[in-house]
């Protein structure tokens, strides 16, 4: 006779994840109406079945429930005809306001006042407030704090991000945090702050102002994290030292650090009860302790902003209690499968999340291989649980972040006791202390920011080893189930067989296919860096970088945030050199982020822009890389100073076809070349001179190249309108075909003996929250 299946388990949690996640991997989603019945059809089979079926109804309501909120959250943001427009609105600032050099990065929810537009009636807002370059720094900014309520001028637009490459997508993200539209302070219209912060992000801006104030050393920002989940302190390369060691995961705030306090209280309830006995008359003891537990973890859960999994803790405590309450037996894996079911039904959304599957993942792996760990020495079960976390966790960690810390094992054998169990609780002391009497906390931080200094001379020499972090490029998407076969294999009890070639399993993970060129052939990968540029060109066993994108000083550099990345999702492991096609900021901005990476020998530049390390692009010049012959075009070496017509014009040429990247050249430079050497110029693909001015692509150049593909870097509504319509329209008239970054994210064109083939972004991986196809479809209507 079958066992009946339960309701609710670890076998109907697991398929109501699945659902969840595999109705977001849909490229559309079905009509709402369709989804509303699946859900309801589903919720009765679930609760009148009771065997493999209810596993499968569980499965539909989760794609179902994950559905509607991803249609939802799609719905309310911003419409395309209201975009680039500017509106009044009142709200509150919401969260831990961003403050930088030259901008505040927060966000806001509007109100539902008259003066808002219906469409930004109570929707959340991600907003920047510049400086003026002119005024200097606005003092109305600095007064900017959680929780306080401002009416002002903003210039709004949909979510939109940039598509290359890698594991980020600010589009998935915004859809997943219910972002309607980001945009600015219009600094030229009245700001005014209506009502002063307050609330619980207002008590920890305050705390966190406080823990500055206090502890003078550089590790205050760590402690702040430590205390109360604020991590705005950590800069990209705080961050960096973080992922080569692994140990991200004690720097945010996570479910150990909430179960720390819960525990923490309950010990203090137990033993008030144990000094006063005549309690136990109104609440036994043990539900006492759970309940004071379950209390004090949500109110550290709130301190630290809800995090994922914060969240995940609470309810597993909270099932817990309720357990105790009802003087049920309840085993952890029922405890992890009750809290999984709870959050996704409040929010299926989270399932896009890295921190949901690393918190219940981790967990999962240890409850499953070490089930004795009490009887255990602290010693063996230290090292048995880091053994499980690396092996367990790695194939998670290469899929969601493209790495992989050599270092982080060694690293986590001594922070997760020294931080867990000395610098967390005197971080958390004092938070305590603080929120008891305002100014009582500052002892416990100082002394956890020292105790913290003497650990991390260790972690900063191990994160700076150059094999410290494995960048990994991206895998075919079997690859992940293969690697957590292997990992189950070879978590299995010793005397298992077979575990020596559960290794090979590993391979499509960790040594993927990188797809490079044949002898002869070439790749020419157009990021999509926004209002910029960026073009990697690879050959066989080689890649040459053109441009590293833009920057703004103290505030985005492409090159970190967008090149680095790309590059290593591509698997790029060394950069033979780096062309510099001028010294704009849009176009040389992220070279210093790319070559603090990478160190590419050779640097050519024009000759008069100051690139460090850099030789001359001189017309003429060329090399010759794995049958691929790289020359330049322009400039020659009497071309004055002329900035974006100085261009270095790189010319790519193969047995299959040639590319031609012109960078900022003009029209008159373009009639130059073509009367110099009009059969150079000639090309299969080419990158539209000044990201498609009005000011470039003359017709003559454009009939000497005879392209097939034209491709229009620019980010998407620029301010200033490129490329230009009649660039478009002078391209289109030669019959080439026109491409764009900001329509198509990265462009991949491969010459090859086939003929030449062409790839995008947004159409090699088409997603439902695709905000470029989205807004085709409302133009169209």
Known sequence: ??????????????????????????????????????????????????????????????????????????????PVVMERGDFAVEGRVEGLPIHERQRTAFLFRAGAGAAVPDALRGR?????????????????????????????????????????????????????????AVGYVRTAEPAHRIEAGRGIDRWRERVATRIDAVV????????????????????????????????????????????????????????????????????????????????????????????????????????VVVARLSRRHLRIADSLAYAAIAVVLVDPMSVLSAGFWLSFAGVAWLVWCLPDAREWSKLRGLLASQ???????LPLTVILFGQASLAGPLANLVAIPWWSLVVVPLSLVGTGLEAVH????????????????????????????????????????????????????????????????????WMPLLWPDRQLPRHGEAEVVVLDVGQGLSVLVRTARHAVLYDTGPAVPDAYDAGERVVVPALQALGVRRLDAVVVSHGDADHAGGFGAVQRRYAAPVVFAPQWDRVPGAAPCLAESAWRMDGVTFRFLHPDVHFPAFRNPSS????IETAHGAALLPGDIDAVVERLLVRRDAASLDADVVVAAHHGSRSSSDPRFIRATGAAVVMM?????????????????????????????????????????????????????????????????????
């Open 648 to 651: 270095c014009v790189l010319r």
């Open 1 to 78: 006779m079958r066992d009946p299946v339960p309701a609710v388990g670890i076998a109907t949690a697991a398929a109501l994840v699945l659902g969840a996640l595999a109705c977001l991997q849909l490229p559309r989603l079905p009509p709402a109406w369709g989804m509303g019945l699946l859900l309801a059809a589903a919720l009765v089979v679930w609760v009148r079945r009771d065997d493999g079926i209810r596993t499968i109804a569980a499965f539909v309501f989760g794609a179902a429930l994950c559905g509607l909120h991803a249609a939802h959250a799609l719905s309310v943001q911003l």
């Open 438 to 505: 305002g100014g009582a906390g500052g002892w416990a931080w100082q002394a956890a920011a020292w105790t913290f200094d003497l650990s991390w001379p260790l972690f900063d020499w191990l994160a700076s080893s150059p094999v410290a972090l494995w960048w990994l490029p991206e895998s075919h998407w079997l690859a992940l189930p293969f690697a957590l076969v292997a990992a189950f294999w070879l978590l299995l009890p010793r005397g298992v067989p077979g575990k020596g070639l559960a290794t090979l399993l």
């Open 124 to 180: 959340l807002l991600r907003l920047s407030w510049y400086d003026d370059r002119r005024e200097g720094p606005d003092p109305r900014r600095a007064t900017l704090q959680a929780g306080s309520t401002w009416t002002f001028t903003v210039r709004l637009r949909a979510p939109r991000s940039l598509r290359n490459p890698g594991w980020f997508d600010g589009e998935r993200r915004a859809m997943a945090q219910r972002v309607s």
């Open 216 to 319: 003078p050393r550089d590790s205050s920002r760590y402690v702040r994290a430590l205390a109360i989940g604020d991590t705005r302190g950590l800069g990209d390369l705080d961050w960096e030292a973080l992922r080569a060691t692994g140990l991200t995961h004690l720097v945010a705030i996570s479910g150990f650090h909430v179960g720390m306090v819960g525990g923490f209280f309950a010990l203090v309830a137990t033993g008030l009860w144990w000094c006063l006995p005549w309690l136990g008359r109104w609440l036994p003891r043990p539900q006492a302790a759970a309940i004071v537990a379950l209390a004090t973890s949500t109110v550290y859960a709130a301190v630290a902003g809800w995090e994922l999994p914060t969240v995940r803790t609470v309810l597993m405590i909270a099932v």
């Open 387 to 393: 053994w499980v976390a690396t092996i367990g966790l």
């Open 713 to 781: 870097a620019a980010g998407h509504g620029n301010r200033f309108g490129h490329p230009h319509h009649d660039v478009m329209r002078r391209w289109a008239r030669t019959g080439t075909a026109i491409g764009s970054t900001a329509g198509g994210g990265a462009s991949h064109f491969r010459l090859q003996a086939g003929g030449l083939a062409i790839m995008q972004e947004r159409t090699r991986r088409p997603r439902l929250w695709d905000a470029a196809r989205r807004a085709d479809a409302q133009g169209a209507q």
